[in-house]
């Protein structure tokens, strides 16, 4: 299958500071990414969708401001958490969709803590 | 909107014996695709089986197999054998065919397999 890779896997950083997470498919075109937020025992939550060269739509409830999508190639999209507080403390997935099968690829997360 | 509901938040098993995990969803659209995922330690997610609405014969992938009850909106996922490595989350998914490819999950079940 297609792999897509995250960077960092585990980032620490203090509040009000901000983080950029970036999520790369290595060997496919990946026309849309999805980002995903999981909070310690829960599911996976869509914050947001992007495609490739387009303004990201964010989920009903995700603050486009503090969370900044880009996605200007086909084989990189990052998210950056403006101002993080400890709350935005969680495991961040990417998944990615694209050509030529269109299935979706998981990255292998980011963990982000704020202290 | 699509929902998915995991009505066990927590399953065992013993090595060797068969789990049915269950997975009921909600929507309104004729043609989807259907998905159990597998959510190791790691935290990497990893795609067990997928199903499309439209074909009537469930899926198997080796020892995992699902139970399609289209009317009743029922995809519960049978493991037959149950080894060590079987032990994660698992998620049951939903993707509107013809969409914007993006999955909604489950709140999960988490599996312990008992040597």
């Known amino acids: 299958g297609a792999v897509v890779s995250q960077h960092p896997s585990w980032v620490i950083c203090k509040s009000g500071t901000s983080v950029k997470i970036e999520c790369r498919s290595l060997?496919?075109?990946?026309?849309?990414m999805f980002w995903y937020r999981q909070f310690p025992k829960q599911s996976l939550m869509l914050m947001a969708t992007?495609?490739?060269?387009?303004?990201?739509?964010?989920e009903q409830g995700v603050e486009k401001d503090k969370f900044l999508i880009n996605h200007a190639s086909l084989t990189l999209s990052t998210l950056t958490v403006t101002s993080a507080h400890p709350e935005d403390s969680s495991f961040y997935i990417c998944?990615?969709?694209?050509?030529?099968?269109?299935?979706?690829?998981f990255g292998p997360g980011t963990r982000l803590t704020v202290t | 909107a699509q929902t998915v509901t995991q009505s066990q938040p927590e399953m065992s098993v013993q090595e060797a014996e068969t789990v049915t995990l269950s997975c009921t969803y909600d929507?309104?659209?004729?043609?989807?695709?259907l998905f159990w995922y597998k959510q190791p330690p790691s935290r990497q997610m990893i795609l067990v089986i997928r199903?499309?609405?439209?074909?009537?014969q469930n899926a198997t992938e080796n020892r995992f197999s699902v139970n399609f009850q289209k009317a009743a909106k029922s995809f519960s996922l049978k493991i037959s054998d149950s080894q060590l490595g079987d032990a994660a989350m698992y998620f049951c998914?939903?993707?509107?065919?013809?969409?914007?490819?993006?999955?909604?999950f489950g709140k999960g079940t988490k599996l312990t397999v008992n040597p």
């Open positions: 998914a939903f993707e509107t065919q013809g969409g914007s490819e993006k999955l909604v």
């Open positions: 929507t309104s659209e004729s043609d989807y695709y």
């Open positions: 199903q499309e609405a439209y074909k009537q």
């Open positions: 998944m990615t969709s694209g050509l030529p099968s269109y299935e979706q690829y």
């Open positions: 992007s495609n490739e060269g387009s303004k990201a739509t964010y």
């Open positions: 060997d496919f075109q990946a026309t849309t």
